[in-house]
């Protein structure tokens, strides 16, 4: 069964560097996100992609947070200078073709960030 | 606004037992609802969604969930819980603002599942 896979599994980074955190979203599907889980925290909203723009961020995406999909299946979030609070555990999802709202979300595995 | 609250942190069931998982949600228009569960050191797996028809949904698992629109609830149920379902329960709601091609998912806080032998 195909799944969304991301690297690496856990991200150990110092305040203020730049970090890539990448995802393999499902071959054929069209719609992307990223979430983030504050340890012990709710699931966020961070980011929505489609047709290679953003779709709609949410207020926690601000400048520092970018995301692209340089080369039809990688799919990747970057932050220019982390901060300690960005520590997190990220998670990327996809989405089929077809009406975005009924199509279930499929998740990675998660990458968990730590910054120092 | 869109939200889904999640009443109980935890839930304590007696494997064998049936459990109930509860859910409230917010929204304007039809509701999309779905159930997510996170395993330790793992990603959501989807359980099941409702987006029109019959009230009682079945998913993954044995699990199944009830949307009553009246109350405004979609419960997550299981008529006998296993010590394998331990795990955390997210509640979500997805909506497409009409601005927006994609949709995004709201989750609420989660409810953390123990089944005890």
């Known amino acids: 069964e195909p799944e969304v896979t991301q690297t690496p599994s856990h991200q150990v980074t110092q305040m203020g560097q730049e970090v890539i955190l990448r995802c393999v979203p499902i071959?054929?599907?069209?719609?992307f996100y990223w979430y983030r889980q504050i340890l012990g925290q709710k699931v966020e909203f961070l980011v929505s992609?489609?047709?290679?723009?953003?779709?709609?961020k949410s207020e926690i995406f601000d400048d520092q947070f970018s995301v692209e999909r340089p080369d039809g299946s990688n799919f990747t979030l970057k932050i220019r200078s982390t901060k300690l609070e960005d520590s997190a555990m990220y998670f990327c999802?996809?989405?089929?073709?077809?009406?975005?709202?009924?199509?279930?979300?499929?998740f990675g595995p998660g990458t968990r960030l730590t910054v120092l | 606004a869109q939200s889904v609250a999640q009443p109980e942190d935890q839930v304590n069931v007696a494997e064998g037992n049936p459990l109930t998982v509860k859910c409230t949600y917010s929204?304007?228009?039809?509701?999309?609802l779905f159930w997510y569960v996170q395993y330790p050191n793992r990603g959501l797996q989807f359980l099941l969604k409702?987006?029109?028809?019959?009230?009682l949904v079945k998913g993954s698992y044995g699990f199944e969930a009830e949307f009553n629109k009246s109350q405004t609830s979609f419960h997550l149920k299981k008529p006998s819980a296993l010590v394998s379902d331990s795990a955390l329960y997210f509640c979500?709601?997805?909506?497409?603002?009409?601005?927006?091609?994609?949709?995004?998912?709201?989750f609420g806080s989660g409810t953390r599942l123990s089944i005890r032998p």
């Open positions: 409702y987006i029109t028809g019959d009230n």
């Open positions: 992609f489609y047709n290679n723009e953003i779709s709609e």
């Open positions: 979500a709601v997805r909506f497409r603002p009409g601005y927006s091609s994609a949709s995004k998912i709201i």
């Open positions: 071959s054929n599907h069209l719609y």
């Open positions: 999802a996809s989405t089929p073709p077809g009406h975005s709202t009924n199509n279930e979300q499929f």
């Open positions: 929204v304007s228009g039809n509701p999309y």
